[in-house]
């Protein structure tokens, strides 16, 4: 599986964005996917997550309500819209797929979960 994450930029806070990530390789309704981020200095942290389907999402608590993940399996492509964002929102943001299509919020949010991962697009949020 190959995945070309896209759609980061420089925001001001409040502003909304839209991330994309493009997959290629595999069937692309056979997997859940995942968004991650990593702030400088940070660890990697789960951000938000969708099932094979599309039918289940789940959320870390700083994005619950203000991010939301979809996908379209038509179009092999996930998005990762974001609203209200916020300084603390700056970081490198990562698509990954998981092919094992793990179930809840404490599967989906381990990082090493994922097989696959894309190669981050940035995303900084200006106060």
């Known amino acids: 599986v190959q995945l070309q994450a896209s759609g980061g930029g420089l925001v001001q806070a409040g502003d909304s964005l839209r991330l994309s990530c493009a997959a290629s390789?595999?069937?692309?309704?056979?997997?859940?996917l995942g968004w991650f981020r990593q702030a400088p200095g940070k660890e990697r942290e789960f951000v938000a997550s969708?099932?094979?389907?599309?039918?289940?999402?789940y959320y870390a608590d700083s994005v619950k309500g203000r991010f939301t993940i979809s996908r379209h399996n038509t179009k092999n492509t996930v998005h990762l819209q974001m609203h209200s964002l916020k300084p603390e929102d700056t970081a490198v943001y990562y698509c990954?797929?998981?092919?094992?299509?793990?179930?809840?919020?404490?599967?989906?949010?381990?990082?090493?979960?994922?097989?696959?991962w894309g190669q981050g697009t940035l995303v900084t949020v200006s106060s």
């Open positions: 990954a797929a998981d092919l094992k299509n793990s179930v809840g919020y404490y599967s989906t949010s381990r990082a090493n979960r994922y097989d696959y």
């Open positions: 390789g595999r069937a692309f309704s056979t997997y859940g």
């Open positions: 969708v099932s094979w389907s599309g039918g289940a999402a």
